[in-house]
């Protein structure tokens, strides 16, 4: 933690959960102080404990998810696994946790409990409604490939997938879709990272955005 966002937290008279295990920034502290009623993160607590993180997220398709956050289990007192589920906006996280509470949502078979996250999460920034966890890179196929694309991404960043994929396209082009388990520090940086290698390498046949 910086000086000056240790000075923030302090004069914020903010505490912030014990169980937090991320970065305490400037993000931290301003969720510290999200109101309850603004709250888009909730628990979801009793997949099995060999549920991927992209099978976590396909019990939530009805709105776009911000941020993934898988808990591992820890028997005994946790022998499932956990994820929290954090959305871009109060009313879709309200719709997953009805659907939720009303027993709509299972995964494999597995009852799932649904709480509103303690590591409370502010509604998503105009700018990041314009992003996504997801990246698309296309250019030529001999230009391109998953592997390459990760490795220069593994060369510059610490990041976890939740898919990734290469698809052929027409007058042998490559798509390359890479998924993430958020926004922050995680698809934006790999954004940037990836335009950087782009601009440096004049590669202007290729093209990168977030999917949506």
């Avoid at 505490?15 to 909730?42: L, M």
């Avoid at 597995?110 to 990246?135: C, D, I």
């Avoid at 990041?159 to 520090?185: H, K």
Wanted: net charge positive.
């Amino acid at each position: 933690m910086s000086p000056d966002t240790s000075r923030k937290l302090i004069g914020s008279e903010l505490s912030i959960n014990p169980n937090y295990k991320g970065e305490i920034n400037d993000h931290a502290i301003q969720n510290a102080s999200c109101p309850p009623w603004k709250n888009c993160s909730v628990h979801v607590e009793g997949f099995s404990p060999y549920e991927s993180r992209k099978e976590m997220l396909s019990i939530a398709r009805h709105a776009r998810v911000a941020a993934l956050n898988r808990n591992d289990p820890h028997p005994p007192r946790f022998p499932m696994a956990a994820s929290g589920f954090t959305f871009f906006d109060r009313t879709s996280a309200q719709n997953f946790m009805q659907l939720g509470l009303l027993g709509m949502v299972s995964a494999h078979g597995y009852p799932l409990t649904f709480r509103w996250n303690k590591n409370k999460v502010r509604p998503a920034t105009r700018e990041e409604y314009r992003q996504s966890r997801t990246l698309l890179i296309e250019g030529p196929g001999k230009m391109i490939s998953r592997e390459k694309i990760l490795n220069i991404l593994a060369d510059n960043l610490t990041f976890n997938l939740v898919d990734s994929e290469e698809i052929y396209v027409e007058n042998e082009r490559t798509l390359i879709r890479l998924e993430f388990i958020q926004i922050r520090g995680q698809s934006r940086p790999a954004m940037k990272c990836i335009c950087v290698y782009v601009h440096t390498k004049r590669l202007v046949s290729l093209t990168v955005d977030y999917a949506f």
